[in-house]
């Protein structure tokens, strides 16, 4: 027998359970489909868990620097990975609850615990039962891809899901990949006292950002005692007894390690691929990504596409705002686009990078007239008075319309700190506002004015 509802959602990540508390205050029955966790990937092994587990390794190193701010410890500064876990647990841990709490309790929302997968495009099977729904939403995100590189099927390899659950500390950590997962992860067990190596791939870290910030990244990292192995064309596991060695050659030279524990970074892959997407007609591109207009219509009538699986975002705000604007045309008449969001995203390394809009090399490359601001962290009040000087900001405004185009902020606060650049721009507000504000003495948003005052021409 087919259980009817006004509407079905697979996936309880980030767009999800908010939808679901629309959809149900509008009147609608619904059901929401989780195969494992409440919360999907943020609130279990993505954000909240390695965030917490950064502000553990934070504190480990800004014990270890104790003397320099004229406190005394006496010992050394150990880490208790017990603890670490327990406290990471506890916060994810309450996080998940309350989402599947609040779910279960949700009027006209009914949950199913099971892997979804359609039958038709209104009909989707759940444990053997069949659901029907006039409109579907998919929010089913993504998980490690896995490199097919040679003898890594014969390594132990963890990836952003079990590194969680270590219960000691990695006598040397080899990450595979050294952007955002591999870099946050490879600072946090450099603190907690492994030994770390990064191997990456491409020609440097973080390609995706300017030259100039990939380099004071590396710089960041090398300091703290971690080695990085970029251009690394090349790259052999063979297992060594509990240990493994690990070979890697390219534009930096050869090298051979020896690792306790290997980290896959490298990227992720969408959970469409056990969908049963062929049964509803529902098209993929070519990365398994599931194709999506402007409003997040699939090439399907009434199944929408939202978060990690359309390819369109790969971060929590841009997945919840993926649900704003479902519900926004659905609901509120009101038909906002994907194309009105802005860029904006973290690195969550220490400092951290707080990046929006086009990066500098993007708009040397659109040929338009640009002007640009700098100022090290160095000149920073703020930052010279927590001891904590690395790092940069800049930013890139057009010469003609004097809207702000772009910014980084690596450097303390700098995850915060970007917002103030980026409300800007969501206001289409020109840089001579910013400038001709009055931002409260010290902080690290006082020196932004400051830049935007001493811009030059991008050349
Ligand atoms: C280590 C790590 C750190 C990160 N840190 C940050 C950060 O600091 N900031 C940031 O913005 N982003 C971060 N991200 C990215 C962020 O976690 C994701 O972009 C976000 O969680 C995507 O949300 P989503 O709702 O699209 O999917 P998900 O949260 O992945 O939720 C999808 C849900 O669907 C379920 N599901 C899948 N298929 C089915 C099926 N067939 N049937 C039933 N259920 C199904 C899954 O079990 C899952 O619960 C991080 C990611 C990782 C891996
Ligand atoms: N702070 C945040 O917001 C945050 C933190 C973690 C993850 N995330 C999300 O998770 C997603 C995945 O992150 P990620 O870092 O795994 O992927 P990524 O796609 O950002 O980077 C993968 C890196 O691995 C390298 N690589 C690929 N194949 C390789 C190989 N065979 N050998 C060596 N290097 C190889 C690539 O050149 C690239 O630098 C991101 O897109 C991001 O949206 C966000």
């Not at 679901?20 to 059901?31: I, K, N, S, Y």
């Not at 529902?282 to 699939?298: A, C, K, M």
């Not at 902020?409 to 917002?419: C, N």
Request: charged fraction near 25%.
């Amino acid at each position: 027998m087919t259980k009817p509802y006004d509407a079905i959602i697979v996936g309880a990540g980030q767009a999800g359970p908010p939808l679901a508390g629309r959809l149900t205050q509008a009147g609608m029955t619904v059901a929401v489909i989780e195969r494992k966790l409440f919360g999907g990937t943020c609130v279990n092994t993505g954000c909240m868990p390695t965030k917490t587990m950064v502000a553990s390794a934070y504190a480990a190193h800004v014990a270890r620097r104790a003397a320099d701010y004229g406190v005394a410890l006496t010992g050394g500064v150990g880490i208790d990975m017990d603890r670490v876990r327990a406290r990471k647990d506890e916060v994810s841990g309450n996080a998940r609850r309350g989402v599947e709490s609040w779910l279960r309790g949700m009027e006209r929302c009914t949950v199913y615990q099971g892997h979804a997968r359609f039958v038709s495009p209104r009909e989707i099977e759940v444990d053997g039962e069949i659901l029907s729904a006039p409109r579907i939403f998919l929010n089913t995100g993504g998980r490690a891809s896995v490199p097919d590189i040679p003898g890594l099927d014969r390594v132990d390899y963890l990836t952003n899901t079990s590194i969680l659950e270590l219960d000691t500390l990695p006598r040397h950590l080899v990450v595979i990949g050294g952007s955002y997962i591999g870099l946050e992860f490879a600072q946090m067990f450099r603190r907690f006292g492994s030994e770390v190596t990064i191997i990456e791939r491409g020609p440097r870290l973080i390609a995706r950002e300017d030259e100039d910030i990939s380099a004071a990244i590396r710089e960041i990292l090398e300091a703290e005692g971690i080695r990085v192995h970029a251009g690394a064309g090349s790259i052999a596991f063979t297992p060594q007894g509990d240990d493994f060695a690990v070979a890697v050659s390219g534009s930096e030279g050869a090298a051979n390690l020896t690792g306790s524990h290997v980290l896959v970074a490298v990227g992720r892959s969408p959970n469409t691929d056990d969908l049963g997407l062929d049964k509803a007609g529902v098209t993929v591109d070519s990365r398994g990504y599931i194709e999506v207009d402007d409003q997040l219509r699939t090439s399907v009538e009434d199944i929408w596409a939202m978060g990690d699986c359309n390819g369109r975002g790969a971060f929590t705000h841009t997945s919840y705002n993926d649900f704003e604007i479902v519900a926004a045309n659905l609901l509120d008449d009101d038909p906002r686009r994907v194309s009105d969001r802005i860029t904006a995203y973290a690195l969550y390394i220490d400092p951290p990078l707080g990046r929006i809009g086009m990066t500098e090399d993007q708009v040397r490359r659109s040929g338009r007239k640009a002007l640009i601001g700098r100022r090290a962290m160095t000149q920073v009040g703020r930052a010279i008075e927590k001891g904590e000087t690395r790092g940069f900001m800049k930013v890139v405004v057009d010469a003609e319309s004097h809207a702000i185009l772009g910014a980084a902020i690596l450097g303390v606060g700098g995850d915060e700190v970007i917002h103030g650049m980026l409300d800007g721009m969501y206001a289409h507000a020109p840089y001579s506002t910013i400038q001709r504000a009055v931002h409260i003495h010290p902080t690290v948003s006082e020196l932004v004015p400051t830049m935007l005052g001493e811009m030059k021409p991008l050349v």
